[in-house]
Nanobody, 122 residues
Framework: QVQLVESGGGLAQAGGSLRLSCAASGRTFSMYNMAWFRQAPGKEREFVAAISWSGGSTYYADSVKGRFTISRDNAKNTVYLQMNSLKPEDTAVYYC???????????????WGQGTQVTVSS
């Protein structure tokens, strides 16, 4: 029922910034909690950040606290991930996800985008 398309990935140097966008289709976007996950080669997909359907609550993985900011614009059906002070270990494919419950667990999200590559050089 919800289709998600990520954009904004690319190359960045350590200490630089990128902003990812996730465009959602459907009129019910505002009913879903949104999250970003990432997956590095050979590793499990891991939680990065989440934002509630109202935008009133956010939650971040310890590894990105103070550096990344998740936000959403329900009028535009879009969720963002502003990434500052990038580190080489941030290199991964970043995925946007939508779910009907408040959770940080990948198994409980209902819809996923195809991902966008983020590469951070030393």
């Amino acid at each position: 029922q919800v289709q998600l398309v990520e954009s904004g990935g690319g190359l960045a140097q350590a200490g630089g910034s990128l902003r990812l966008s996730c465009a959602a289709s459907g009129r019910t976007f505002s009913m879903y909690n949104m999250a970003w996950f990432r997956q590095a080669p050979g590793k499990e997909r891991e939680f990065v950040a989440a934002i509630s359907w109202s935008g009133g609550s956010t939650y971040y993985a310890d590894s990105v606290k103070g550096r990344f900011t998740i936000s959403r614009d329900n009028a535009k059906n879009t969720v963002y991930l502003q990434m500052n002070s990038l580190k080489p270990e941030d290199t991964a494919v970043y995925y946007c996800a939508a779910g009907r419950i408040w959770t940080m667990t990948k198994y409980h999200y209902d819809y996923w985008g195809q991902g966008t590559q983020v590469t951070v050089s030393s």
